[in-house]
């Protein structure tokens, strides 16, 4: 170091040795303030700023000019996606959920949802203890307190005697959505005027998401996960006459989006009477119906409508209905179409209408999703049904693209293609083409639940064992049992066959 030092002073004083780096004018051309080196290293010269307002070039006295790179944006967790990036997966380990060590690795289906599901039950114990005995919890949290951090059934809220317009606001932004309408109603019975018609309207969108609930906790992970498994799946139908009703008839005059939230939660609570009355209502006011509103009545025709050619006359007058009112189609309309059609798959021209919906799509300029080629899957590749080899020329189509989730459907595509690639076609090298396709990049997370998991992985070896070599096989079948996958009894007698 102290060397170097020496080199820098002399470098300074212009007294450098012939030859030690080279000609002074070109090697060393940078002057350094000796005092100041321990610091700082200034470059002499005047930074130019480009069109776009950035440092681009600073110029120097030697007439040369050094071309700084832009600022590249970078997200809080690019550090981490890179190191991600050059660890593979572990077949050998249990996923993070589960305690690595061999006494506690689970090693079949139900350890497996007990386990994950019993440290999830403390978390909600603990909830409960602190939601229902708070005094007993007085010392803070964190200080200051992040509410952020916090579950929405750990926010509470102690109804005031005089509500205001602030606490109906951070009851809704805490997503206590219950406690929200009760401030309302009471602030709604002594000053109606306090409550702004965007308050009534931002209340009225979140009671109709949530169905007049309170917002679910975000952060139980592990019931979504096991959902299925943990109870048959129940279709929560619409409150009717709910606090969502009421704040709808306290909207006057009703607007364009008071009947857009309400009809679209009609229909996604399957009160699909309620949503066809409300649109009519709407058309009669001659209100403009959005593409949204649109998209969600197509999802429940089947649910209107029996035949199938009902359900056709009635999806076309919609979209007929959009042509007039100049309502151009986004994806998830196309997709709603594409669903109605897999629901009429036996329809003699359902293939045919569903590839004259792909070229509309890219007449539009619409990139279909991952969604709309798992219809189009259901659609050729129907059970007792003609061979289609359709599957092939999706693969092809999402060769070398980036995944991305569009539609909330799109987590269907992987399991439905690798039945296709099982149980329709029996051929290894498109189900290994499927599998390859699921661990490019992250597309693993389209398997949203253990469900999708099971299903998908499940195929996958039982269209090994009846294709492939034993070696082959088992050199899989180490690699996902039991770590990423249970075998059931249908796959064990396959292979005992």
């Not at 989006?257 to 009609?266: D, K, L, T, V």
């Not at 189609?329 to 798959?345: C, G, H, K, M, Y």
Request: hydrophobic share 40%; net charge neutral.
């Amino acid at each position: 170091m102290a060397g170097f030092l020496c080199i820098l002073r002399l470098a300074a004083t212009k007294n450098l040795p012939p030859g030690l780096f080279g000609k002074q004018s070109d090697r060393f051309p940078w002057r350094f303030s000796v005092g100041a080196f321990s610091s700082t290293a200034e470059l002499q010269g005047t930074p130019e700023e480009d069109a776009a307002g950035s440092v681009s070039a600073v110029s120097r006295p030697s007439g040369r000019r050094v071309k700084l790179p832009k600022r590249i944006v970078r997200s809080p967790t690019d550090i981490l996606d890179a190191l991600a990036s050059t660890v593979g997966k572990d077949a050998t380990g249990p996923h993070y959920r589960y305690v690595d060590d061999p006494f506690f690795i689970p090693t079949n289906a139900t350890n497996r949802r007990i386990f994950a599901l019993s440290k999830e039950s403390g978390r909600k114990a603990a909830r409960y203890m602190v939601k229902k005995y708070p005094a007993l919890f007085e010392k803070p949290k964190a200080d200051p307190e992040i509410s952020a951090f916090l579950a929405a059934s750990q926010l509470g809220f102690q109804r005031p005697t005089e509500p205001t317009v602030k606490d109906i606001v951070d009851c809704m932004q805490k997503g206590a959505l219950v406690a929200a309408f009760e401030a309302y109603t009471d602030l709604n019975e002594k000053t109606p005027e306090a409550i702004t018609p965007e308050l009534r309207q931002e209340l009225l969108e979140r009671l109709c998401f949530h169905n007049s609930d309170d917002a679910i906790d975000s952060d139980l992970l592990e019931e979504k996960w096991f959902a299925h498994y943990i109870q048959k799946e129940v279709r929560r139908r619409w409150k009717v006459g709910g606090p969502a009703d009421k704040v709808f008839q306290d909207i006057k005059p009703k607007t364009a989006e008071a009947y857009a939230a309400m009809i679209c939660a009609n229909a996604r609570f399957l009160h699909v009477e309620g949503a066809n009355t409300l649109l009519e209502e709407m058309q009669q006011e001659n209100l403009p119906v959005p593409v949204q509103v649109y998209n969600e009545m197509i999802k429940i025709v089947p649910l209107l409508k029996d035949s199938i050619d009902s359900r056709w006359e009635m999806t076309m007058s919609f979209l007929s209905s959009m042509n007039q009112a100049g309502v151009a189609p986004n994806l998830q309309t196309f997709n709603a179409v594409l669903e109605v059609i897999s629901r009429i798959a036996m329809w003699r021209r359902s293939r045919s209408t569903a590839l004259g919906v792909f070229a509309e799509m890219k007449r539009c300029g619409i990139e279909p999703s991952l969604a709309s080629y798992h219809f189009l899957l259901q659609i050729f590749c129907r059970e007792r049904g003609p061979i289609s080899h359709i599957l092939l020329d999706v693969l092809q189509a999402l060769e070398g693209k980036e995944l991305t989730l569009r539609d909330p459907k799109d987590s269907n595509f992987f399991p439905t293609a690798m039945d296709v690639a099982g149980r329709h076609l029996r051929d290894v090298a498109v189900a290994r083409k499927v599998y390859d396709l699921l661990w490019t990049n992250n597309n693993s997370l389209f398997l949203t639940d253990a469900l999708k998991d099971t299903v998908f992985h499940g195929n996958f070896l039982k269209v090994l064992v009846a294709g492939e070599s034993v070696e082959n096989f088992f050199k899989v079948y180490d690699e996902l049992v039991p770590m990423t996958l249970v075998p059931d009894s249908n796959l064990l007698l396959e292979m005992v066959k």
